[in-house]
């Protein structure tokens, strides 16, 4: 039976921080999350024409996959390494704490982006508001004008957030080539594939910007499981694209934690705890899990019996050894299995 979880929060109904006709920003911190630890997680909609403003993040990167629309990214690394990019739906970007960066709808549709952060409480600065926090004068020592010339632009130093563009988008030609901070997730072959799954991985192996966060695209049909599983060395955050499904976790006092995930909504797994997936009422459910390291690992039930001898695992189990299932050697867990037993409520 559904019930209230610490495991699990809605995205959709988080912390709103902005919301306009020009798009909308929610979060999901440690303070409205608390059992978030490494993590947090936000949601940005962006109306065509509408700019997330330049800004920076003071203790996290960021990974961001953007859901639906097409939009310009601009972002200015440390020694004026500048470069912009166009992102569209499927498609993930990566952003190193502290660089300045911007997200641009130049689209015809609504765009919306879920991004994940390498911290439960992602502290950022505007780049309005830090114009603000200097003087007429400073500002124009800065640029080598006048200070009059500033006293015309209205400032403070509280964040605009969301901005609206006045006329087309600038795009640059060099937008249309590769860049580090970019990756087509989707488009990517699936390095785990089966008849009733896959699974795309944004890590290291691949995206060698990533040096600290990572982030797997996972499908799983009505008649697939993720099978059970942990993550020795990574947390795991995910977000309900489409569908839902039907979880249990354990601590590590015996406490079970079962529980359904519906569209919209985020879980929080700590690291090395055992947990695992199954689809409830939809055909197929896709899952952004994101890790905080550049390439998590699992270990899974299936090929952790066939570390150990048949003696060990009747001892362990506390049965016979005639009485142990004929369970099947597993050098390499699949990730995905077949669901051939009908879900038990």
């Not at 299995?337 to 879900?343: A, E, H, I, Q, S």
Request: aromatic share 8%; net charge negative; charged share 20%.
């Amino acid at each position: 039976m559904p019930h209230s979880s610490i495991h699990t929060a809605s995205l959709l109904q988080g912390e709103e921080i902005y919301r306009s006709e020009l798009g909308s920003l929610t979060r999901l911190t440690a303070d409205n999350f608390p059992i978030l630890s490494g993590l947090s997680i936000k949601r940005l909609t962006l109306a065509p024409g509408s700019i997330r403003e330049p800004h920076w993040h003071a203790n996290a990167t960021e990974l961001t996959y953007c859901t639906a629309g097409q939009a310009l990214v601009s972002v200015l690394d440390s020694g004026s390494n500048f470069s912009s990019f166009l992102v569209r739906a499927g498609e993930m970007f990566h952003i190193d704490s502290g660089a300045l960066h911007h997200v641009e709808n130049i689209g015809d549709t609504d765009a919306e982006f879920i991004l994940a952060f390498r911290h439960e409480r992602p502290e950022g600065f505007g780049f309005s508001a830090a114009l603000g926090a200097m003087t007429d004068s400073v500002l124009g020592n800065t640029y080598d004008l006048p200070a009059a010339d500033f006293a015309t632009i209205r400032r403070s130093t509280t964040a605009k957030l969301v901005l609206r563009r006045d006329g087309a988008p600038e795009v640059p030609a060099t937008a249309q080539f590769g860049d580090p901070h970019h990756f087509p997730l989707e488009a990517m072959p699936a390095p785990v594939d089966s008849p009733v799954g896959s699974a795309r991985t944004a890590r290291e192996q691949f995206w060698p910007a990533l040096h600290d966060i990572s982030m797997y695209s996972l499908r799983i049909r009505e008649d697939g499981m993720r099978e059970p599983h942990w993550h020795p060395v990574t947390a795991e955050m995910g977000y309900v694209h489409r569908g839902s499904a039907r979880m249990t976790i354990m601590d590590p006092d015996g406490t079970l934690d079962t529980y359904t995930v519906h569209e919209g909504e985020v879980y929080f797994i700590p690291r090395a705890y055992p947990h695992h997936i199954e689809v409830t009422d939809s055909p197929q459910i896709h899952l952004l899990i994101f890790f905080d390291q550049p390439t998590p690992a699992d270990i899974g039930y299936r090929a952790s019996v066939s570390a150990y001898s048949r003696k060990v695992l009747a001892a362990t189990f506390g049965i016979a050894l005639d009485a142990l299932p004929d369970l099947p050697f597993t050098p390499s867990d699949p990730l995905i299995v077949t669901r051939n037993n009908p879900l038990v409520s």
